[in-house]
């Protein structure tokens, strides 16, 4: 669908209205439940369906070209920093369980306070580098790359 | 109505729009401005906002300097061949310097970037692409984002640039409204990074009802980068430049991995090669240094991705359509049967579900391609967008004054598809520039620059009202009818969007007409264009998320306007297999071997047009 939502699972937390990138996941004021309220603006993005705690939201492919009977499920773990995948195709023949990382590392510990590193010299200020460059650019002690050390020359601009 | 005004005041540096180019520009500020007040405001959640949402699989803009793979004057290059010459290569060479600092940095803060087993390099996809377990791409940078920003606000939906009510042209802020509790936000800040995206949706879709969401680039992509700067009074840069791709049919998953690293290829619905039979008078058209089919074995020049499209347009219209992709020889091997899958999974993963519906299994069947409807934007192969400052330390003259990626307004930055000129910036591109820009804006804060600036509180209350008129202008004519969608007093923003997608397609060379224009359709679009932005005054929104329906919209009028003046004022075919005028179809370097550059006067809307110097920079080899 583009996205829609299992009745008896879901129990209007609003987690998926929350993350869906698209402003289309809103929850439904009669039945306090979340819905997909402009199919045709949905990305299939599982944006929602990855957030959603309660495995309530689904997706049925776009109704101009996919016929029924589908499914592409999915279990997104950031404590074990892994993601899950299972696709099984309409016809049954295609039944694939899929595992990718997501991250190496704890989640969010490894990013620097910028605030707190010390503060950049002038000399930093008045070069082309930016944080912790050069040394992040080439891992060594080469310099950023300049029209000099690249032995190029500017030329005479071309209207032609 | 009664919506609260709330005011964030003395920002240093505000990011409209934090997809991979505004948190880039997020984090790197904090360093440059540690005391500086650094305002970020999204139009969804920063966690799942932007092109980079749903994950990528790839990173496709690293050189490789440290393992000894490209110069950053190769990809400027490779760059300059693909987009026909049409490019900054100040801008190009300066991201492409930067651009494996940001990379090295993902995998540090804990990206999974696959390794070569034998060489300990990252593992290449093609020259410039590296492979990634990316799912987590878009949370990993908001991460970021949000340890150097002091606010974060979601759900808001900028919709102009404040100005400067005491200096002419100088840039004061943003307004903008929340899509949940519909109050009004009015940043006051010393400069503004639009990180804001590109265009999806501007163009018809190939899809009818729900698979115009489908598109490739994100239904969220509303153009806001042009929309806002336009409106501003940015100049803009190489606005035609829009692109054309060939992909997976309807579900627009990507063919790089493919092509790349599986070695699938295409062949027509016979099973035999097509592109090169297609070369030789495509050769006629472009020239032999734009395509030189004889010495590409030689010279190892990739072909131009419009040329490429162009030949693929022109064997389905042969009637051998449809072109497949060839799968069945690569997956027969489990190892990249797999990848075939992940790399759906990891940024298309409507593509997969695609498959699944159809029972295509890509082992036993050759799955079809597609050429897409057209898309506007400055980050993947086209270079739509501002008319930047280059670095001083590369730029000449004309491309250069005073800091680095800022537009033509003073205190405008842009990163990402907001900065024209600057194609195959992808993800590590976009936050690279976001970098740059953010180093550029606390330079212009520290040199005194923004000193002095004045928002009038006229200026505020003209916005506002601006903004809710949607709302208001729906109250009052509701009424009229009895119930349903149709009024002869306003239109809805689907019905507007209708309207423009379908001008858009037949006037400014959408796919219904085979990507074809002329001077005269362009006349006619233009005009037309004229006549929705008086119906864009009587749009109506029954909500706030209408509300945000008819903003988008506004902004990918602004821009398509923007593309049509472009379209209409390079009068040759430069990219066959983007768009053709079909009055001039050949490409004219004797008279468009030059910049476009347009500017909209805010205050007539008048456009002129006017061409720029190309330098190249880099020699050819």
Redesign the interface.
Known sequence: MPTFVYMTRCDGCGHCVDICPSDIMHIDTTLRRAYNIEPNMCWECYSCVKACPHHAIDVRGYADFAPLGHSVRVIRDEEKGVIAWRIKSRNGETDLNLLAPITTKPWGKEIPQLADVAAPSKEMRDSQLLYNEPKYVRMDDGDLHTLESNGLKMKAGVYY | MAYKTIVEDNIDILVAGAGLGGTGAA??A???G?DKKIVIAE???I????AV??GLYAINCYMG??FGEN???DHVRYARMDLMGMVREDLL??MA??V??AV??FE?????IMRNPKTGSYLREGRWQIMI?G??YKP?VA??AK??ADKVYN?ICVTHLLMDDSKENRVAGAVGFN?RTGDYHVFKSKTVIVGAGGASNMFKPR?????????WY???SSGSAYGLMIQAGAKMTQMENRIVLARFK?GYGPVGAYFLHLKTYTQNCNGEEYESKWFPALTEMVGKEYLDTEGQHLSHKPIPTCLRNHAFISEVNAGRGPIHMVTMEAFQDPHLE?IG??NF??MT??Q????????V?PKYENPELTTSEPYVMGSHATGCGAWCSG?E??S?E?YFWGYNRMTTVEGLFGAGDAVGGTPHAFSSGSFTEG??AA?AAC?YIDDGKAAGIRVSDEQIARRKAEIYKPMEHYKIYRNEIVAGSVNPNYINPRQGLDRLQKMMDEYCGGVTVNYMTNDKLLHIGLKKMKVMEEDLEKIAAENI?EL?RAWELKHRHLTAEAVFHHTLFRKETRWPGYYYRGDAMKLD??NW??LTVSRRDPKTGEYTME?A???????EK
Do not use: C
């Not at chain 2, 110097?613 to 020699?619: A, D, G, K, N, W």
């Open positions: 984090w790197e904090r360093y440059w540690q139009k969804a959640n966690d799942r906002s932007g949402a749903q300097t440290r110069n950053p004057e060479f300066d310097r930067h494996d600092s090295h940095q540090e803060w804990g990206m999974p377990h799912e987590s990993m991460e970021a340890k150097s759900r899509v899809s009818v009802g729900e698979g115009a969401g489908r598109v994100a239904p969220w309807d797999e899958w992940h999974l990891g993963v409507g997969a579900v695609l498959w699944a519906a159809t029972d299994n670095p330390d590369l000449p004309e970098r740059l180093k330079k998320h945000l370097d004797e071997h030059v061409k110097p190309l330098y190249h920079i880099v020699e």
